[in-house]
């Protein structure tokens, strides 16, 4: 069964950090990798993606400077590092595979919150 597993939200006060981890089973994660993002009331936002080989990386404005995405391709993880979090931050994070940081989204994960609040 191909899967996505999210986890590392959770509640965060201002300022903090959370490092979120992405990970594959049932197939090899040789794809590029998105995360997206939706809060109560918007819209899913893609917020940052990662190329195959990692060597392509792509932000939405709002968390440039701010969130760094990587991937491990050994461990068959990508990971989403959130520093200087904010309240506008808080949502659910996904991930997803992508064909490419162009294409549309397929697999998805479940998702993992990520509360920002003091």
């Known amino acids: 069964q191909l899967q996505l597993v999210e986890s590392g939200g959770g509640l965060v006060q201002p300022g903090g950090s959370l490092r979120l981890s992405c990970a594959a089973s049932?197939?090899?994660?040789?794809?590029?990798i998105g995360w997206f993002r939706q809060a109560p009331g918007k819209e899913r936002e893609g917020v940052s993606c990662?190329?195959?080989?990692?060597?392509?990386?792509y932000y939405t404005d709002s968390v440039k400077g701010r969130f760094t995405i990587s991937r491990d391709n050994v461990k068959n993880t990508v990971y989403l590092q959130m520093n200087s979090l904010t309240p506008e931050d808080t949502a659910v994070y996904y991930c997803?595979?992508?064909?490419?940081?162009?294409?549309?989204?397929?697999?998805w994960g479940q998702g993992t919150q990520v509360t920002v609040s003091s």
């Open positions: 990662i190329s195959s080989s990692g060597s392509s990386t």
């Open positions: 049932g197939f090899t994660l040789n794809y590029a």
């Open positions: 997803a595979v992508r064909p490419s940081c162009k294409g549309p989204p397929r697999t």
